[in-house]
């Protein structure tokens, strides 16, 4: 995290809470660790890891503050709940990404249209379950240009790059999501366009751990467990909680947020 965004979500988090010169004192104090980290040749990323997440920072201060009598304020009071419609367009803009590279496959020719048209809805039905139909039927069909389907009169090994060339667009469908938010840290690619992302109730650092459970047990591989029951309960219990709550977040202990960061 760069010093600029450091400072402003721990100014986001005391700010109300303390008088404003003191919250000027703190921000200043931690600008000089930044400045004295980067004398040292660290860069800011590097420091920030360091110090922890600005979120648990300013918790720490005001647990510590003298005179500080006011009630430790819990995640959902603390932060801005991310609007419900903004998370569903999120979803829905991280649902077309993930399945770039089989749509990428079938255009190019590497794979047969019923991907498209068959499995796909068999995706949104049950994540796992169109694997089963790539091992029993792809080794019969190649596409052939102006053909839907044709008979494979190849050889094994022409097949079996299908499988794996398809297999792959499968994996990168379900860990999509996994994999960018552990790499953008807090967020998907759709999260960030619609300005939210995903924190900790407790206010700790979100960890690569955090993000498997949230992103792939708690999503893909429950919703292929329960066929897809456990998406249809995440969203009525989002509409009718305060926190937007869902199956993912709890089961991974965290909540979406507006992204301060970016504007707010």
């Given amino acids: 995290m760069k010093k600029s965004e450091f400072l402003r979500e721990l100014r986001y988090n005391l700010m109300g809470k303390i008088s404003d010169d003191e919250l000027e004192n703190i921000i200043m104090d931690y600008d000089e660790i930044f400045e004295s980290g980067k004398a040292e040749n660290k860069t800011e990323d590097e420091i920030s890891d360091m110090i922890g997440s600005p979120a648990l920072v300013a918790n ?18 603390s932060y801005p709940v991310a609007p419900l419609g903004r998370r569903v367009v999120a979803f829905i803009i991280d649902y077309i990404l993930s ?4 749509a990428l496959l ?13 499995i796909l809805p ?8 169109p694997v089963f139909f790539i091992f029993n039927s792809l080794h019969l069909f190649r596409p052939q240009p102006g053909v839907i389907l044709h008979y494979s009169s ?17 994996i990168f469908f379900w860990l999509y999501s996994t994999l960018a938010m552990i ?32 992103q792939f047990i708690g999503k893909v591989l429950l919703a292929s467990l329960t066929w897809n029951i456990s998406y249809i309960v995440s ?9 937007n709550n869902t199956v993912h977040d709890k089961l991974a202990g965290t909540m979406v947020v507006e992204d301060v960061r970016d504007g707010h």
């Fill in 106 to 118: 079938v255009i190019i020719g590497e794979a047969p249209r019923f991907v498209l048209f068959l």
């Fill in 183 to 214: 790499i953008m840290k807090d967020k998907t690619i759709g999260m960030r366009l619609m300005n939210i992302k995903v924190v900790k109730r407790d206010r700790t650092a979100l960890r690569p751990i955090d993000v498997l459970v949230r």
């Fill in 60 to 77: 720490t201060i005001l647990d510590e503050w003298p005179n500080n009598n006011t009630s430790k304020p819990g995640a959902e009071s």
């Fill in 122 to 129: 068999m995706m949104m039905y049950n994540p796992v379950l």
């Fill in 99 to 102: 399945l770039v590279p089989l």
């Fill in 154 to 170: 190849s050889s094994p090994t022409v097949d079996t790059i299908h499988i794996i060339l398809i297999l792959a667009g499968f």
């Fill in 235 to 243: 969203f009525f219990w989002a509409v009718f909680s305060k926190a």
